[in-house]
T-cell receptor, first 113, second 113 residues
Framework: AQSVSQHNHHVILSEAASLELGCNYS??????LFWYVQYPGQHLQLLLK??????LVKGIKGFEAEFIKSKFSFNLRKPSVQWSDTAEYFC???????????FGQGTELSVKP | DSGVTQTPKHLITATGQRVTLRCSPR?????VYWYQQSLDQGLQFLIQ???????AKGNILERFSAQQFPDLHSELNLSSLELGDSALYFC????????????FGPGTRLTVL
């Protein structure tokens, strides 16, 4: 079955540190890739998405992600985190247009001021 | 605010009971998706409706059912509730079956005692 793996369950960083959250998926065909963020007590919000084209995708709030097809990866990066980035981050894929989202387990990010 | 609304925000009930969760999609969105978020299972897709018809089914228990009404709002019915059904239930919507981006509601937190 198709699955999404996020390598880190909990990441703790100090403000201004760089962030990289790993995401790998298991599916050999065409996928559409997403990163969602869930701030404490809030709903899921889309950070960025990749459908096709430039594998380096820029999203909101200074986040970016790189799709590496050969590694089945879609890692999320941010050069300098802020305390307000404290949240849970979910990587997700869809296997077809308009299809269900398959989520990773989530990575909780805590940023210390 | 994603434009997707869910009611109620919180629901506390007893084992064996039946509850109905309601979702109103963004204006103009035809697709509605239901997801369950629990500590042990993470975020799991339950079911999708498109313009009133069931489009895809995920890990949805037989005790659970859903429907989408002519005005496009959707209801998720959970019956014979068990302790393990305690979770956050999210609804998401998208404009059509041809668009990948899903917009999430704030969720309904169900507690089964």
């Amino acid at each position: 079955a198709q699955s999404v793996s996020q390598h880190n369950h909990h990441v703790i960083l100090s403000e201004a540190a760089s962030l990289e959250l790993g995401c790998n998926y298991s599916y050999g065909g065409t996928v559409n890739l997403f990163w969602y963020v869930q701030y404490p007590g809030q709903h899921l919000q889309l950070l960025l998405k990749y459908f096709s084209g430039d594998p380096l995708v820029k999203g909101i709030k200074g986040f970016e992600a790189e799709f590496i097809k050969s590694k089945f990866s879609f890692n999320l990066r941010k050069p300098s985190v802020q305390w307000s980035d404290t949240a849970e981050y979910f990587c997700a894929v869809t296997l077809s247009v308009g299809g269900k989202l398959i989520f990773g387990q989530g990575t909780e990010l805590s940023v210390k001021p | 605010d994603s434009g997707v609304t869910q009611t109620p925000k919180h629901l506390i009930t007893a084992t064996g009971q039946r509850v109905t969760l309601r979702c109103s999609p963004r204006s103009g969105d035809l697709s509605v998706y239901w997801y369950q978020q629990s500590l042990d299972q993470g975020l799991q897709f339950l079911i999708q409706y498109y313009n009133g018809e069931e489009r895809a089914k995920g890990n949805i228990l037989e005790r659970f059912s859903a429907q989408q009404f002519p005005d496009l709002h959707s209801e998720l019915n959970l019956s014979s509730l068990e302790l393990g059904d305690s979770a956050l239930y999210f609804c998401a919507s998208s404009p059509s079956n041809l668009v990948n981006e899903q917009f999430f509601g704030p969720g309904t937190r169900l507690t089964v005692l």
